[in-house]
């Protein structure tokens, strides 16, 4: 992945071999122009999923002080649920920005 600012201080990222494809076929755009404000979005959203992340991890790790965790229980299971929902949204986050060192 090929990154650098342009001449009007905006973050474009290349990656024209690597385009992913949308549909029968279709390719999407090998680049993306990530202005501050996109970037800021980013970081915003990122933030939350890893906040609601090491909630539930921190949970889990809570829970186990009890003794094994049983996720036949509706609250566990729905807790593993909800860490891994968040889990695939951050990786969803960071592959439309193509932050594939992330991802």
């Given at each position: 992945?090929?990154?650098?600012?342009?001449?009007?201080?905006?973050?474009?990222?290349?990656?024209?071999?690597?385009?992913?494809?949308?549909?029968k076929?279709?390719?999407?755009?090998?680049?993306?122009?990530?202005?501050?404000?996109?970037?800021a979005?980013?970081?915003?959203?990122?933030?939350?999923?890893?906040?609601?992340?090491?909630?539930?991890?921190?949970?889990?790790?809570?829970?186990?002080?009890?003794?094994?965790?049983?996720?036949?229980?509706?609250?566990?299971?729905?807790?593993?649920?909800?860490?891994?929902?968040?889990?695939?949204?951050?990786?969803?986050?960071?592959?439309?920005?193509?932050?594939?060192?992330?991802?």
């Amino acid at each position: 992945m090929t990154a650098r600012w342009n001449t009007f201080g905006r973050l474009y990222i290349e990656n024209p071999l690597d385009a992913p494809r949308v549909g029968k076929g279709t390719l999407m755009a090998a680049s993306i122009e990530i202005t501050p404000d996109l970037l800021a979005g980013f970081f915003d959203e990122a933030a939350e999923h890893l906040e609601a992340l090491n909630r539930c991890l921190l949970a889990f790790e809570k829970d186990a002080e009890q003794g094994p965790v049983d996720f036949g229980q509706s609250d566990a299971a729905e807790r593993m649920n909800e860490t891994f929902r968040v889990a695939h949204s951050l990786q969803r986050l960071t592959g439309v920005f193509r932050f594939d060192h992330i991802n």
